[in-house]
């Protein structure tokens, strides 16, 4: 490697990381480093502000569409001061309690759980090296599918509490499985790669289990199938905020370590190099991804694609390139496009609803597709 490649090398990685440059290390050009961080700062308001009426939009819609329609600028007027409404008339008592207490707390926990997968998948993307990545691939959604199997055929009648708190468990403990496993190999594979097949085999593994189960209680099927199916018809207040806290603490420390996420992409020896413990950082920000995702499978069930859609939809229309700058992104966007398949779930047949897994999956089997055969060639 040349002097002047050195030079580029290493304030690149200094930048990364927010530590000052020496007086002898600053060259007088731009680093294509430097550049590609100027641009990403340049784009992020822009980004961020977009994302924003967008999520501002799709949670009106949520909130208006339905057998009882109600227009997006009363729903304003009954939040907004009346000096910014011009004194516009105010929803009626029942039109406040459709919006408040049935579609609210459905639409604010489709956000959160859009925005907890699809800071997951751009974690695990980052973290893995691997663009086809999502938030189930250290077995979380095995692990929360048989949790909540054991759940329903053990408890006679679980209540509304249960369910998410036997899936949030089985996720938790099938991710520390996979960690477990992952981290006792003694060949020269390197830990992601340990890792990623340790997930395959828990996968496999909680999948065989979880079907056992269900074969012995054919009676339970139809729980079971539509908390995998994934849905927000048991959304409620009390839900939103038992999962409020899982997604603070997995975001605040996914935001937290972007920097360090941005290290780790160029490889462990570089981290190493700048005194990054690559292992520790891995190994805590899969820990946050999976409370997220947990958090997540508990409140929404098995929802797929979003960890995939996401992170690569805004890659390709934005050009992100940091995972620093892409998560906040991810969030805006996740819970975006979440409430709008919630919302395409729940009013395409009406009265019936389709799962929301399955609108999800309409939408990212083919782009899956997409992103395989622009990463992998096929």
Same mark, same amino acid.
């Given at each position: 490697m040349s002097?002047?490649?050195?030079?580029?090398?290493?304030?690149?990685?200094?930048?990364?990381?927010s530590?000052?440059?020496?007086?002898?290390?600053?060259?007088?050009?731009?680093?294509s480093?430097?550049?590609?961080?100027?641009?990403?700062?340049?784009?992020?308001?822009?980004?961020?502000?977009?994302?924003?009426?967008l999520?501002?939009?799709?949670?009106?819609?949520?909130?208006?569409?339905?057998?009882i329609?109600?227009?997006?600028?009363?729903?304003?007027?009954?939040?907004?001061?009346?000096?910014?409404?011009?004194h516009l008339p105010?929803?009626?008592?029942?039109?406040?309690a459709v919006?408040w207490?049935?579609?609210?707390?459905?639409?604010?926990?489709?956000?959160?759980?859009?925005?907890?997968?699809?800071?997951?998948?751009?974690t695990?993307?980052?973290?893995f090296?691997n663009?086809?990545?999502?938030?189930y691939?250290?077995?979380?959604?095995?692990?929360?599918?048989?949790?909540?199997?054991?759940?329903?055929?053990?408890?006679?009648s679980p209540?509304?509490?249960?369910?998410?708190?036997a899936?949030?468990?089985?996720?938790?403990?099938?991710?520390?499985?996979?960690?477990?496993l992952?981290?006792?190999r003694?060949?020269?594979?390197?830990?992601? @790669? %340990?890792?990623? *097949? &340790? =997930?395959?085999?828990?996968t496999? $593994?909680?999948?065989? /289990?979880?079907? +056992? !189960?269900?074969?012995?209680?054919?009676?339970?099927?139809?729980?079971?199938y539509?908390?995998?199916l994934?849905?927000f018809?048991? @959304? %409620?207040?009390? *839900? &939103? =905020?038992?999962?409020?806290?899982? $997604?603070?603490?997995? /975001?605040?420390? +996914? !935001?937290?370590?972007?920097?360090?996420?941005?290290?780790l992409?160029?490889?462990?020896?570089q981290?190493?190099c700048?005194?990054?413990?690559a292992?520790?950082?891995?190994?805590?920000?899969?820990?946050a991804a999976?409370?997220?995702?947990?958090?997540?499978v508990?409140a929404g069930?098995?929802?797929?694609?979003?960890?995939?859609?996401?992170?690569?939809a805004?890659?390709?229309?934005?050009?992100v390139?940091?995972?620093?700058v892409l998560?906040?992104?991810?969030?805006?966007?996740?819970?975006?496009?979440?409430?709008?398949?919630?919302?395409a779930?729940?009013?395409?047949?009406?009265?019936?609803?389709?799962?929301?897994?399955?609108v999800?999956?309409?939408?990212?089997?083919?782009f899956?597709?997409?992103v395989?055969r622009?990463?992998?060639?096929?």
């Open positions: 002097t002047l490649q050195e030079v580029y090398q290493r304030t690149f990685l200094r930048q990364l990381v530590r000052p440059l020496s007086g002898s290390e600053v060259p007088a050009l731009q680093t480093g430097a550049e590609a961080r100027a641009g990403y700062d340049r784009l992020r308001p822009v980004a961020l502000t977009g994302l924003v009426v999520l501002v939009v799709v949670i009106l819609v949520g909130l208006g569409v339905g057998p329609p109600i227009p997006a600028w009363r729903i304003a007027a009954d939040v907004l001061p009346d000096g910014l409404t011009g105010r929803l009626s008592e029942r039109d406040q919006v207490q049935l579609r609210a707390p459905r639409v604010i926990i489709a956000g959160l759980v859009g925005a907890a997968l699809a800071m997951a998948g751009a695990y993307q980052a973290v090296a663009p086809l990545a999502d938030p691939l250290l077995g979380v959604a095995a692990g929360a599918g048989l949790g909540v199997t054991v759940a329903v055929v053990t408890v006679n209540t509304s509490a249960t369910i998410p708190l899936a949030f468990a089985g996720a938790g403990l099938a991710s520390a499985l996979t960690v477990a992952g981290r006792s003694r060949g020269g594979l390197p830990a992601p @790669a %340990s890792l990623l *097949l &340790a =997930g395959v085999s828990v496999a $593994l909680l999948t065989a /289990a979880q079907t +056992l !189960l269900q074969h012995q209680h054919v009676d339970q099927l139809q729980r079971i539509s908390f995998i994934g849905g018809g048991g @959304a %409620s207040w009390p *839900l &939103a =905020g038992m999962l409020a806290p899982y $997604l603070a603490v997995g /975001a605040g420390v +996914l !935001l937290a370590c972007g920097r360090l996420l941005d290290v992409a160029l490889g462990d020896d981290a190493r700048l005194g990054v413990p292992r520790r950082v891995r190994l805590l920000v899969i820990a999976t409370v997220l995702t947990g958090a997540a508990a069930g098995l929802i797929g694609f979003i960890g995939i859609i996401v992170p690569h805004l890659r390709l229309l934005l050009g390139g940091s995972t620093r998560l906040p992104l991810c969030a805006l966007a996740g819970a975006a496009f979440t409430i709008a398949a919630d919302t779930a729940r009013t395409t047949l009406s009265p019936a609803e389709i799962p929301i897994g399955v999800t999956a309409l939408v990212g089997a083919p899956f597709l997409l395989l622009r990463h992998v060639g096929v």
